[in-house]
């Protein structure tokens, strides 16, 4: 089997135009390896790479191809990995021959870009840094973008908090964030936005200093000693590592952060963290000139670890909604299973403003349609959601209501709303916010907003039993198109409601599903009108049908 | 449902004289700043009078204003003074006469006055109309005024020193109609205008409808029930609006073309909400309700009928049918 692949192989190379075997192929365990000699216009000689081909080609290893050509003396390239592994990415073919060419083309088509013409990607390519486990355990740190100038050889101390302990891959791994930055003198200079649950953590200190100019090698690669990190520092920022571990000298063989930072593109500031074991700093004391300076130990290696730039772009940079919605401060009115999925689309999707009304408290059997948690327990439901939603976004700014505010909101307004000076009390209150979307099924909370004239947009939201329609009123006639629709015009079941208890209480049925396709429809509808033009978001209903396969209907108003 | 019975229903319930107090207010309001603005200009403004729904006889009591056309003379802020001059110095004036109990707001074309909830809870808004005539004595022949544009108001610009326009005109466009025909156009007018108080911060001027209501029926042949006349102003609207070569003169102004106070995506948003009230009202009927709501405040006691099942002479409750 493995011989027929490897007769396969030669026999397809031989026939690409440009390409020589200069050592056969031959079976090394599992792996077939050989080496080319690879000829394109433009070059004056041929590249020699050593090909591996490992026992799932021509299938890909999840995203990587499991053939790899090697050139160490390539390193300096663009797109050469540490090991001197060529990164091409290549189309699916099931057939090995038709692979093979697409993979050789593609390493043609690496070396006319990158080798000859020498070309540099519009978008950064950060550093490319080993990702290494340190005292068994990889450490990962996430960092914002904060409003403040380093200086080059700036330094001092960070605060971070760790926010989990996990597994990376197969082994253990912990995350925090940094909170702060402080200066050599532990006076503040510029904290780190993140949430509120994310800035109430136990911090720990690290430390930082700001390089302006990544610490690399061949272009790309982080370097490897502290003698390749040693041009880099000054002797101010070596004493001050020396009367750190001095400092914490009780604490040894614990470990801190350095966070080493630089420009990239775009003025943009990137961090890179070293490990660094207290008692086991990678530097001594040098007599020189009847002095004594710090020195750095330059062969000792030095233990990258993992940074991720977490600011709102690039957290949100895989999608989001449109700017118009995310930048909105928005209140949520009900957080049932229409509103609680609502919430945590908006905040998945980059909203950062939002307030949460309920007065309920969230119990098991509201879970299996709606975004609660088992582990949490009884709780109630705006504290539980937002604890909830704060875990998903750390940009997520909210007032916890809780239940005083929210059953206070619902008695104030039902209680007062004739009384125009209270009126205007919450008029004002309920104007701090962009968007106000109502997805408590009140009626009669719906009828005393529908009175108010706010300067937002409120979207009410609700569905009928079996999630059969979904009713989004937006405009003046928000009360009146409700009733209407529900009273009036739509065709749903209402005697089978769900009564598990026999009160006067029923619920609707509908699972999670039923309802997210519906929800997740409406607000793809709404982003759509906004990014348009907000002024055309309508009334509407989605309807929905079972009879030929399932169809949602849309029926704007 | 009874289509037609609904509509008139629609009408009834919104007739301007349903609300007399309220009108009353409105009258003596309009009376003392028509007043006041005499007492300040004196001999540099003619005439005082009112335009608008009120004088065209399209009101409707959910939303109206008394609008107070004040047309000054040529020379009124001096022989070079600018339009733009004219609209600060009344804006000013009211301003300083009316800031502790109304709210003075500078508007597309006028000022508006909103005066502050009496103890009633009633806010009085009174849109001053300011414009000057073209010429020295002019207006007396003509009645032809410029009006300032304060800001942008579709295709229009900001601060255009003028658009001209005969008031007086746009009253009549109205009135001259053949009595059968404007009492339909009047009642579709007050349709439009209820339709477009549903509406969510709508850019259409009332008009705008009124005028393209005016055209429709001057280039279709409309007839039938309430209904039929406004399904087909509606499918009027639905297919004209967006066309290129669509105007609305401004019967003050032919020059005026009403269309451009209208953007495209105005238009075509306009365009789409006629098609769908159409769609909507023509898969069920009961939609009209939505589009077309009566008042409910002047809404007669409706039958006994109301939605309660019976069970042995016990009544039912009706379950609660929508959910979050």
Redesign the interface.
């Known amino acids: 089997m493995l011989q027929e692949r490897l007769i396969e192989v030669e026999e397809t190379i031989r026939k690409i135009t440009g390409v020589q075997i200069t050592k056969s192929f031959e079976k090394n365990d599992v792996v077939i390896k050989g080496t080319i000699a690879v000829l394109v216009v433009g070059l004056s000689k041929e590249l020699e790479f050593e090909v591996l081909i490992y026992p799932q080609y021509p299938f890909k290893s999840h995203e990587a191809e499991t053939i790899k050509f090697f050139n160490e003396e390539l390193l300096e390239y663009n797109h050469v990995m540490g090991d001197g592994s060529i990164c091409i990415h290549t189309a699916h073919s099931p057939v090995l021959s038709q692979k093979l060419e697409y993979d050789i083309g593609s390493l043609k088509a690496w070396i006319k870009k990158y080798y000859i013409d020498r070309d540099i990607d519009m978008h950064y390519e950060h550093i490319i840094v080993p990702q290494k486990p340190f005292k068994n355990s990889h450490f990962a740190y996430f960092f914002n973008e904060v409003a403040y100038q380093f200086k080059k050889n700036q330094y001092g101390f960070v605060d971070y908090s760790q926010i989990s302990n996990g597994i990376f891959y197969t082994e253990k791994i912990t995350s925090s964030v940094i909170q702060n930055f402080k200066d050599k003198d532990g006076q503040p200079l510029v904290d780190v936005k993140w949430n509120v649950k994310l800035k109430a953590m136990a911090q720990s200190i690290g430390l930082f200093i700001f390089l302006e100019d990544a610490p690399m090698k061949n272009k790309r690669f982080a370097v490897g000693k502290w003698g390749e990190l040693n041009p880099f520092l000054n002797q101010e920022f070596l004493s001050f590592l020396h009367s750190v571990e001095k400092k914490y000298d009780k604490n040894k063989n614990r470990y801190l952060p350095l966070f080493v930072g630089y420009k990239i593109a775009g003025n943009e500031i990137h961090w890179q963290a070293i490990m660094l074991e207290i008692s086991q700093f990678p530097i001594y004391g040098l007599k020189e000139s009847q002095k004594f300076i710090t020195a750095i130990n330059d062969e000792i290696k030095i233990d990258w670890a993992i940074t991720k730039n977490c600011s709102y772009k690039y957290f949100f940079g895989r999608g989001k909604l449109h700017e118009s919605i995310t930048s909105s401060k928005i209140l949520i009115i ?1 957080v ?4 609680s999925i609502t919430a945590k689309t908006l905040v998945r999707s980059g909203c950062t403003k939002i307030d949460l009304i309920d007065f309920d408290v969230k119990e098991p059997e509201n879970i299996c349609r709606s975004e609660y948690s088992f582990i949490t327990g009884i709780n109630d439901k705006t504290i539980d959601l937002l604890n909830d939603l704060f875990s998903v976004s750390p940009f997520l700014e909210s007032n916890i209501n809780g239940y005083d505010f929210s059953e206070g909101f619902n008695f104030y307004l039902k209680a007062f709303c004739k009384d ?1 000076t209270r009126k205007m009390e919450i008029e004002n209150y309920l104007n701090q916010y962009d968007l106000i979307i109502d ?5 009669d909370l719906l009828f005393i907003l529908s009175q108010f004239n706010l300067s937002g ?1 409120m979207i009410n ?5 079996h999630a059969k329609q979904l ?1 989004c009123a ?4 928000r009360y ?3 009733m ?6 739509l065709n ?1 079941e ?1 005697e089978d ?1 769900y009564n598990p208890t026999g009160c006067w ?4 049925k509908a699972s999670y599903n039923d309802i997210n396709v519906l929800v997740q429809y409406a607000v793809k509808l709404i982003n759509l009108k906004y990014f ?2 907000k ?5 509407f209903v989605l309807e929905t049908d079972t009879e030929d396969n399932f169809n949602i209907k849309l ?3 | 449902m009874d289509k037609n019975l609904h509509l008139e229903s629609v009408i009834k319930t919104h007739q301007i004289t349903k609300e007399e107090s309220l009108l009353i207010k409105h009258k003596d309001k309009n009376k003392e700043v028509k007043e006041a603005l005499e007492g300040k200009y004196k001999e540099n403004i003619y005439f005082l009078f009112n335009s608008g729904s009120y004088a065209k006889n399209t009101a409707i009591n959910t939303k109206f204003d008394f609008d107070l056309v004040a047309p000054f003379k040529r020379n009124a802020f001096g022989s070079n003074g600018t339009l733009k001059e004219m609209y600060g110095d009344i804006y000013n004036f009211l301003y300083e006469k009316y800031k502790d109990v109304a709210e003075v707001k500078k508007q597309k074309v006028s000022i508006g006055l909103e005066f502050h ?1 009496d103890s009633d ?1 009633d806010k009085i808004k009174i849109d001053v109309v300011a414009g000057r005539e073209l010429n020295q004595d002019q207006y007396k022949k003509d009645e032809n005024l410029n009006l300032y544009v304060y800001y942008k108001y579709g295709n229009i610009e900001a601060g255009s020193e003028r658009i001209k326009t005969n008031v007086k005109a746009q009253i009549s466009n109205i009135k001259d109609k053949a009595t059968n025909e404007k009492d339909s156009i009047r009642k579709i007018i007050r349709l439009l205008k209820v339709w477009k ?7 259409t001027k009332s008009f705008f409808l009124e005028l393209i209501i005016l055209k429709a029926f001057d280039n279709k042949d409309i007839t039938g029930s309430l209904w039929d006349k406004l399904k087909a102003v509606l499918e009027y609207i639905k297919d004209n609006v967006t066309k290129e070569t669509f105007t609305l003169k401004d019967p003050g102004n032919s020059y005026n073309d009403l269309a451009d106070t209208l953007t495209d ?2 238009k075509q ?1 306009l365009s ?2 006629m098609k ?2 159409l769609d ?1 009202i023509e ?2 009927e ?2 009209i ?3 077309f ?1 009566e008042n409910t405040k002047f809404k007669e006691e409706e039958n006994k009928n109301n ?1 309660y099942q019976t069970n042995g002479g016990m009544p039912v409750p009706p ?6």
């Not at chain 1, 049932?336 to 509103?339: D, K």
């Not at chain 1, 997805?439 to 009626?443: E, G, K, L, T």
């Not at chain 1, 937006?474 to 006639?477: A, P, R, Y």
């Not at chain 1, 209407?484 to 015009?489: C, I, S, T, W």
């Open positions: 009900g049932g299973a229409i509103g125009e997805c408590s099924a009140d009626n947009r939201l609700s569905i009928s039993n009713v937006v405009e003046k006639n009146d198109f409700v209407n629709q529900y009273q009036n015009v749903f209402v409601l209480s029923p619920t609707f348009l033009h002024g055309l978001l309508k009334n029926k704007e108003f | 909830a809870g108080i549903t509406k969510y911060d709508y850019p995506t105005e948003n789409n909400d769908n009230m909507r898969e069920n009961e939609n309700r939505t589009y709501p939605r379950p609660k049918i929508n959910f979050g």
